[in-house]
Each structure stands twice: as structure tokens, then as C-alpha cells.
């Protein structure tokens, strides 16, 4: 499979609409690529949070439309990244509950949308997104041929038990979309890896680069396979890091070195 990782600065200066066009652009340019990922809240800045409300968009809104012409226009699997969605009512009404959510687009080929994922851990302890956005609840997983993603969002790195989760769905290549600060850019490799390897699968992490709100961006994406070793790596500008890998590697590696088979806890109730 090739995969190709658009690492898209964020800066002021730069319409939402202008970026929106502009991330659709690098998404056709990526045809002939099997998936193709943006970074989370590439429309807005991830630290921009004072923009989160402003911006906020219903699930098929403006950037959903765009996303779904560029991934038919480029005939691939499109990660749009992420979005600061505005939920509709449960009532399903048009008036919305107020509620925002980190959430993440995906669509198949024919611009059809395949999955879309809330994401659950909130960065920010007691600000930022923390407490403007709700928690999502439900893991997502999508089927692609020749691999099954799990989908998982930035802060949620740092919780191994929602991969070993995604794993226990199904999952082979992980795909991380982030914000993520430069001054914690060695934990983004690390985590990275960390994740790769604990779960004999691909992860593909792709961040910003640029400045969200005065916060320097790592940029850095990375791709690890199923042995941690990492086998492309993007730089702190905005560029596309594009990576061919073979998904079969993740049944070979879980056949040569079955650790997944030995878990005990987390299978079974402990014994007292």
C-alpha cells in the first residue's frame, strides 16, 4: 500500500476557506496513493481555542463536502483529519445541543463517507479542549483492502489501552492524526513507536507544522511499522510524506512473535 501523509502548516494569516481549498489540492495531487491523511484540526489550529466555537461545523458541512469531491476527484481513501464539529440534537433536528466534538472524517474512494470518530481523550486538563468539547465514546475501526485501520486522535497516544482496544476490533495500521507541540516532539516519536510496537501493527501519525495560536507545531510525521522501526519520517515544515509498506508484514510479525497471544490481564477477571 502507499499511504501519504499531508503534514499542512497552520498559520494566521490564512482563511479556514482558503486552507480548506488548499488541503483538497495536496489531497488530489496524492493520486494514485492507496490512503491519504490530514492532521487534527488542520481548519483551525489545534491550540487555537477561542476559533473552536466560531469555526465549528455540522458533520457533513462545509469541510465534509470538500473532503468527499477531493477524495473521489483523487480515487483514494481519504483521513480528512479532524474538524470542531457542532452535534445535531439527538432529536435529530437541524438545531444543534451545543455540544462540540473533536471529530474525524473518513472516506472511501468514491468520496463516501466510510467513518467518522469523536475523539475520547480531551487535551487540556482544566482548559482548551478538555472543557469546550465532549468526549467521544465509541471506538472506530474501518475495513480497506488489504488492511484494517483504527482510528485514534493525538492526545489519545498516550493511552495505550484504546489501541490494544483497536487491536482487539481488528486493527493493523493505526492512523493518528495531531496537533502536536514541538516542545513534546521527542514523546510523539516515542509514543509512536511505543504504540507500533506493543501492537505488532503500522502506525501512521501525522501532525501540523506551523504556529496554532503561539504554539510551535512538531510537524514530524511518522511512519512505524509493526517492529518499531520507523520507516519514513517528515520534517517540521509542511510537507507530504508519502511511504509504501506491505500490510501483510502485520500477520507476519504477530506469527513470528506471538506477545499478543500471551496477555492475561485485560482477558480474563483477576484472580483474588
Known sequence: MRASLIQIAVNEGESVDSRRQRAAALVREQAGADLVVLPELWTTGAFAYEQFSRAAEPLQGPTYEVMAKAASDAGVWLHAGSIPERAASDSGSAADDGTLYNTSLIFSP???????????????????????????????????????LGVATCYDLRFPELFRSLVDAGAETLVIPAGWPERRRAHWTLLAQARAVENQAFVLACGTAGTHAGVPQAGHSIVVDPWGEVLAEAGPDEEVLTVDFDPARVAATREQFPALKDRVLGLEPPRR
Not at 469523536?118 to 469546550?132: C, N, Q, T
Request: proline share 5%; hydrophobic share 40%; no cysteine.
Open 110 to 148: 468514491s468520496g463516501e463517507p466510510a467513518a467518522a470518530y469523536r475523539k475520547i481523550h480531551r487535551f487540556g486538563f482544566d482548559k482548551g479542549e478538555a472543557v469546550l468539547m465532549g468526549a467521544g465514546r465509541d471506538l472506530v475501526t474501518v475495513r480497506l483492502p488489504g488492511t484494517t
